[in-house]
């Protein structure tokens, strides 16, 4: 069951993960727009060859809808902008002896809304996959990655550099509130050196990513899943995952304005506006256009990088969404607990199932533990 299938990245999980899905599974796509579903069933169909797909429209705001959505379910993936309801729905979820995965940013609600849950979750077999996607999703597989290189890793970076077309008059208010949450979670606060530091502008990394992205000064973002990885990696002394800007207006004068309203909850839905208006006018770029993380690791075996990149945003967070869900349908991956999908997935097959998801993956350096 896909909430939020009608959306741009739950359309895109759902038409990728449709082929080769089993004879004895069926893609239920639920959101609220009669039309959208339809249109997305259509897709989903005509990319797996067969009839694999239900909609079931449903308003995921009211509980007693949702208790109703989810009965049935064998697994519930989240792609809507849901994190004021996370709780609501991860215990309906529970109810009904689902597993869960979802798509949504790391923000502090869904994630304690989560982790309350987490002792519940464990005792009843279910295995609860959050921050899915690419950022979060893909940093801490990098590293772990690298660690299968390395070993003991003493430095893991990762590095976003993004030259899209952001299209925000498509973007939900709810896919906006939940970027602002991340505004006011940032504070240029990254692990370097065994220690949190506060990093100034002239401290940021400045990366040269890959054209037509080109050299990019980046910002410390907080991902839980990089504390996760530090705690799992105690000689991991700098990690960090850090995002390239856009234009010098929109890095020095757009963004921190942003980050500043984003902390006063009484100027929300004013700050929101703001950020439609931001992306909309001066974060957006002409084709060709093109998304990429880079690694870079030390470790006790020397250096190792990987770079994973694509040109289409919504491409970028299905596949690996898509990877992590095929290896928890089969079994393979499964397990009972709440984990970050970074965290959870095998990075000796992970990268070589988005390369045949369609991203491109570049890896160097090290050699195999």
């Known amino acids: 069951m896909i909430l939020g299938a009608s959306g741009q990245a739950g359309g895109a999980l759902a038409v990728l993960l449709a082929p080769g899905l089993a004879p004895d599974l069926e893609l239920v796509l639920v959101g609220r727009d009669p039309g959208r579903l339809a249109a997305a069933r259509d897709r989903v169909d005509a990319a797996a060859g067969r009839a694999v797909a239900a909609v079931a429209r449903h308003d995921l705001t009211d509980q007693d809808e949702t208790r109703r959505a989810v009965a049935g379910a064998r697994l519930v993936v989240v792609a809507a902008s849901l994190p004021e309801q996370t709780g609501a729905l991860a215990r309906a979820t ?6 869960w ?3 949504m940013l790391s923000s502090r609600r869904k994630l304690d809304a989560l982790a309350a849950l ?4 464990h005792a009843r077999g279910c295995c609860f996959v959050t921050d899915g996607g690419f950022h979060p999703g893909l940093p801490a597989a990098m590293a772990r990655w690298a660690a299968t290189r390395l070993g003991r890793l003493r430095r893991a970076d990762i590095h976003a550099g993004m030259r899209i077309d952001w299209r925000a008059e498509r973007l939900a208010d709810s896919t906006l509130a939940e970027a602002v949450e991340e505004f ?12 949190l530091r506060r990093l100034r502008l002239r401290d940021l990394p400045v990366i040269d990513f890959a054209p037509p992205i080109g050299r990019r000064a980046c910002t410390p973002m907080p991902l839980d899943e990089m504390r996760a990885l530090v705690a799992a990696m105690p000689g991991l002394e700098t990690a960090g995952f850090y995002v390239g800007g856009f ?3 929109t890095d020095g004068v757009a963004f921190p304005l942003l980050m500043a309203l984003a902390r006063i909850p009484a100027l929300r839905r ?3 506006a703001l950020t439609r208006l931001v992306l909309a006018r001066c974060a957006g770029a002409p084709p060709p256009h093109w998304l990429e993380l880079r690694l870079i690791a030390e470790g006790e075996g020397g250096t190792a990088a990987m770079t994973v990149g694509g040109d289409d945003p919504y491409r970028m967070t299905a596949a690996p969404a898509v990877a992590c869900l095929r290896r928890l349908l089969d079994g393979t991956l499964r397990r009972p607990g709440l984990i970050h999908q970074g965290m959870l997935v095998d990075p000796a097959v992970f990268f070589d199932d988005l390369a045949g998801l369609g991203l491109t993956v570049g890896r160097s350096g090290g050699a195999p533990a």
Not at 94 to 99: K, V
Not at 118 to 121: G, L
């Open 94 to 99: 529970l109810a009904a002896g689902a597993d």
């Open 101 to 103: 995965f979802d798509l």
């Open 118 to 121: 987490a002792p519940e979750i």
């Open 184 to 195: 006011a979670r940032c504070d240029l606060t990254a692990r370097v050196g065994g220690r």
């Open 247 to 249: 234009n010098p207006f």
């Open 270 to 272: 004013q700050t929101i």
